[in-house]
C-alpha cells in the first residue's frame, strides 16, 4: 500500500531573499529580485539583468575551508537543505536514522561557472594550474552528495539532471521513494548557479532571454511583450516525509503532495511540443495519480517563462486539461519576481505552492501589462489575491522536452 507523503519543513536561497519568510514576505508583496548583472561581465553582451542571489556567505551554512572546495549552486543547495531540516526539527541520526534519510538535489547545469574559471586558468597559466576539485565542483549531482555529507544523510542519494525541470523532478522522483515505503524522509529539491558569461551567451544567441534592460519589466509572463526570460540563481529544499513518521514525531506539516505526472515531448530541444501535449499529460497525470479531478484545483504555479512559445502553449494545455473550469481557476508566474532559476526553477515553485495553500494566498503575476489576445486565462496581474486553496498544481518545463506536474493538496487527516 503506498504511503502518503507530507512536506514538513522549506528552505531557499533566492534572488529575494536568503530564507523562506523573506522570499515569500516579498512574493506575497509582488516584489522583484531582479537587477542589473554584478557578478560577470555583460559589458559586450545585450542581456543586462539577472535574478542574482545577494549577500550570501557561504560560510555560514558550511566550514570555509570546505567551501572553496565547491561551485556556487552546491553552497546555495547545502544552505537550503540545512534550513529546511532546522525548519522540520530533525536531527539526522536522533530524530530519524541516517539509513531512512535520503537525498535528491537535481541540477540543470551544475558548476559551469568554476568550469569557466579553469578553463580560463588552463588556458592562461596551463594544466598544473587547474584545481584538483574542478571535477567535484562542476558534476551536478555534487549538490545531493555534499548536502549528504554535510547532514550525514545515508539512505538514497540521486539527482535528476533535466534542465529546468530537475527541481521537480527531483521532488517527485523522492516522493516516490516515500510513497514506496523506501524511504521515511526525503530531502529534496534543486540548486543553480548559472549566471556566467557563457551561459549568459548561448541562452542570448539562442534568443531565448530577455533583452529588456529594464530590472522592474524585463520578465513578463504571458504579457503581449514579453520577449524572453530572465536568467536567475538560487536553491530550494523541501523535506518529504511519510505521514505516520510525521504525525509521531508531531511535526508541522505545510501540506501533502499526492500526485507527480512526467512526461517527454519527443519533439524538439528546446521548443515545447504544440498546444503543450506533454505538459497536458503531465498534468492529467498528476490528477491521477492524487485521484483528483480538474475541478478540484484552485491555482496553478505555471512555468511561466515569459518567453512567446512557453507562455502561450501552457495556456493552451491548461485549456485542453480543464475545459471551461481553466476560466474559473488562476494561474500566476512567480519568474515574474524570482526570473528563471532553470535547475532550481520547480523546487522554489514547490515551496510557493505549499505556502499557497497554507496562507490562502495566489502569488500575482507582476509586470502584467498588455495583455495579449491569445493568453485569456486568470494570471492574478500584478497583485496577490486572497482565496482559500486546496489543490494547487505546480508545472515545470525543460529544454529536451522534459514536463513535469506536482501536486499539493492542503493536509486533511
Not at 580560463?120 to 549528504?148: E, H, T
Not at 498528476?286 to 495556456?315: C, K, P, Q, R
Not at 532550481?344 to 507582476?366: M, N, Y
Request: with cysteine; glycine share 12%; hydrophobic share 40%.
Amino acid at each position: 500500500m503506498k504511503k502518503r507523503v507530507v512536506i514538513t519543513g522549506v528552505g531557499a536561497v533566492t534572488p529575494l531573499g536568503n530564507d523562506v519568510i523573506t522570499t515569500w514576505e516579498k512574493v506575497k508583496a509582488g516584489e522583484s529580485g531582479i537587477a542589473p548583472i554584478e557578478s560577470t561581465n555583460v559589458e559586450n553582451s545585450n542581456v543586462k539583468v539577472a535574478g542574482e542571489v545577494k549577500n550570501f556567505e557561504p560560510g555560514n551554512y558550511m566550514d570555509f575551508k570546505e567551501a572553496r572546495r565547491m561551485a556556487r549552486f552546491t553552497h546555495f543547495a547545502i544552505a537550503a537543505s540545512k534550513m529546511a531540516v532546522e525548519d522540520a526539527g530533525v536531527v539526522v541520526g536522533e530524530t530519524i536514522p541516517a539509513e531512512r534519510i535520503g537525498v535528491w538535489v537535481g541540477s540543470g547545469i551544475g558548476g559551469l561557472d568554476e568550469f569557466e574559471i579553469q578553463h580560463k586558468r588552463f588556458l592562461s597559466k596551463g594544466p598544473k594550474r587547474v584545481s584538483p576539485f574542478i571535477i567535484p565542483m562542476l558534476i551536478p549531482d555534487m549538490a545531493s552528495g555534499r548536502v549528504s555529507i554535510e547532514l550525514g544523510a545515508k539512505g538514497i542519494n540521486n539527482c535528476s539532471v533535466t534542465a529546468c525541470a530537475s527541481g521537480a523532478n527531483s521532488i517527485g522522483d523522492a516522493f516516490r521513494a516515500v510513497q514506496n515505503g523506501d524511504m521515511d524522509m526525503m530531502i529534496a529539491g534543486g540548486a543553480e548557479a548559472a549566471i556566467t558569461e557563457m551561459t549568459i551567451a548561448g541562452f542570448a544567441n539562442m534568443t531565448a532571454l530577455s533583452t529588456n534592460p529594464d530590472p522592474r519589466t524585463a520578465s513578463r509572463p504571458f504579457d503581449k511583450n514579453r520577449d524572453g526570460f530572465v536568467i536567475a540563481e538560487g536553491s530550494g529544499i523541501v523535506i518529504l516525509e511519510e505521514l505516520e513518521h510525521a504525525l509521531a514525531r508531531g511535526a508541522k506539516i505545510y501540506g501533502e503532495l499526492v500526485g507527480y505526472g512526467a512526461t517527454g515531448d519527443a519533439h524538439h530541444i528546446t521548443t515545447p511540443a504544440p498546444d503543450g501535449e506533454g505538459g497536458q499529460r503531465a498534468m492529467k497525470l498528476a490528477l491521477a495519480d492524487g485521484g483528483l479531478l480538474g475541478t478540484d484545483v484552485d491555482y496553478i504555479n505555471a512555468h511561466g517563462t515569459s518567453t512567446y512559445y512557453n507562455d502561450l502553449f501552457e495556456t493552451k494545455a491548461v485549456k485542453a486539461v480543464f475545459g471551461e473550469h481553466a476560466y474559473d481557476l488562476s494561474i500566476s508566474s512567480t519568474k515574474s519576481m524570482t526570473g528563471h532559476l532553470l535547475g532550481a526553477a520547480g523546487a522554489i515553485e514547490a515551496i510557493f505552492s505549499l505556502l499557497a495553500i497554507r496562507d490562502g494566498v495566489l502569488p500575482p503575476t507582476i509586470n502584467y501589462e498588455t495583455p495579449d489576445e491569445e493568453l485569456d486565462l486568470d494570471y492574478v496581474p500584478n497583485e496577490a489575491k486572497k482565496k482559500d486553496i486546496s489543490v494547487v498544481l505546480s508545472n515545470s518545463l525543460g529544454f529536451g522536452g522534459h514536463n513535469v506536474t506536482l501536486a499539493f493538496r492542503k493536509f486533511d487527516r
